[in-house]
Nanobody, 115 residues
Framework: QVQLVESGGGLVQAGGSLRLSCAVSGGIFSLNVMNWYRQAPGKQRELVATIFVGGNTNYADSVKGRFTISRDNAKKAVYLQMNSLKPEDTAVYYC?????????WGQGTQVTVSS
């Protein structure tokens, strides 16, 4: 059974930085595509960043140039470095692991950016 546990959320002022971490247990981490999603109150969950098995990355337009996703296969962890945070980045951030039909989610971590 694969489990994902996010950490690193919190309250930060606009312009500040946070680093989210996602620890993965079970499964073969190195074969998973890893994603960070976020969901703001009253809005649909949206894909923020993706890191593929080979290390290539994709970002939502709204976070390009500010957020960086990375992975450490040895530690079975994925990270999201968030810089120049804006109030509109406020949301619950979720870690997701995906490979074929396999799809697993963490419980989420709250990020609140004050203006």
């Amino acid at each position: 059974q694969v489990q994902l546990v996010e950490s690193g959320g919190g309250l930060v002022q606009a312009g500040g930085s946070l680093r989210l971490s996602c620890a993965v247990s079970g499964g073969i981490f190195s074969l998973n595509v890893m994603n960070w999603y976020r969901q703001a109150p009253g809005k649909q969950r949206e894909l923020v960043a993706t890191i593929f098995v080979g290390g290539n990355t994709n970002y939502a337009d709204s976070v390009k140039g500010r957020f960086t996703i990375s992975r450490d296969n040895a530690k079975k962890a994925v990270y999201l470095q968030m810089n120049s945070l804006k109030p509109e980045d406020t949301a619950v951030y979720y870690c997701n692991a995906r490979r074929g039909s396999f799809d697993s989610w963490g419980q989420g971590t709250q990020v609140t950016v004050s203006s």
